[in-house]
């Protein structure tokens, strides 16, 4: 079964800080990844996708993938109180998405 | 533009009762997906969509559930005798071609009572 594995935290965070999100996945045929960040009673929200190995980095976030080991990070540099919220991890082999059940993030001011 | 919407955006109902639940994707994005979260809960795929592809309904949880799409524009997801296990945020989501990134739409809010 494929499966997309998370920490639930919570994981807390003084401003200005980084936080690390880890994700590992069960599917050596998963061919992307993608961050979502949800906010309490919203929709998940796209922040980065992520193809191939090493790092991507888009402003204050960046995403590192390696496939040899099966491993999805995200890191927010700076953070910020707004960045409070539960982050998804998901992966896609062909048409299926398996989304993680979200590291729940607080940053503290 | 417009991102996917989703209609209503509450919906209470009376056990035993079907419910249609709406989604319009983005224009142009060809792949649409139903997910089901319960509160507290990770998102749970439903069904999905691509062009006039049959439909990958494996996350269907039973029969109570179906949905269509008529081409490359809107879904129904309906709910058939609901129950109250069946109250949860219906979400759909849509993307350009399979595999792509997924937009979602702010979900239908559904409680049985």
């Known amino acids: 079964q494929k499966e997309v594995e998370q920490n639930s935290g919570p994981l807390s965070v003084p401003e200005g800080a980084i936080a690390s999100l880890n994700c590992t996945y069960s599917?050596?045929?998963?061919?992307?990844f993608f961050w979502y960040r949800q906010y309490s009673g919203k929709s998940p929200e796209l922040i980065m996708s992520?193809?191939?190995?090493g790092d991507k980095e888009d402003g204050r976030f960046t995403a590192q993938l390696n496939k040899a080991s099966q491993y999805v990070s995200l890191l927010i540099r700076d953070s910020q109180p707004s960045d409070s919220a539960t982050y998804l991890c998901?992966?896609?082999?062909?048409?299926?998405?398996?989304f993680g059940t979200g590291t729940s993030l607080t940053v503290i001011p | 533009g417009a991102g996917v919407s989703q209609s209503p955006s509450n919906k209470v109902t009376e056990k035993g009762k079907d419910v249609e639940l709406r989604c319009d994707p983005i224009s142009g994005h060809t792949a649409l997906y139903w997910y089901r979260q319960r509160l507290g809960q990770g998102l749970e795929f439903l069904i999905y969509?691509?062009?006039?592809?049959?439909?990958?309904k494996s996350g269907l949880p039973s029969d109570r559930f179906s949905a269509e799409r008529t081409g490359e524009s809107v879904s129904t997801l309906t709910i058939q005798r609901t129950q109250q296990e069946d109250s949860a945020v219906y979400l759909c989501?849509?993307?350009?071609?399979?595999?792509?990134?997924?937009?979602f739409g702010p979900g239908t809010r559904l409680t049985v009572t």
């Open positions: 969509f691509q062009g006039n592809s049959a439909p990958d």
């Open positions: 998901a992966g896609n082999t062909g048409n299926q998405f398996y």
């Open positions: 599917d050596r045929g998963s061919q992307s």
């Open positions: 989501a849509s993307s350009s071609r399979p595999g792509d990134e997924q937009y």
């Open positions: 992520i193809y191939s190995n």
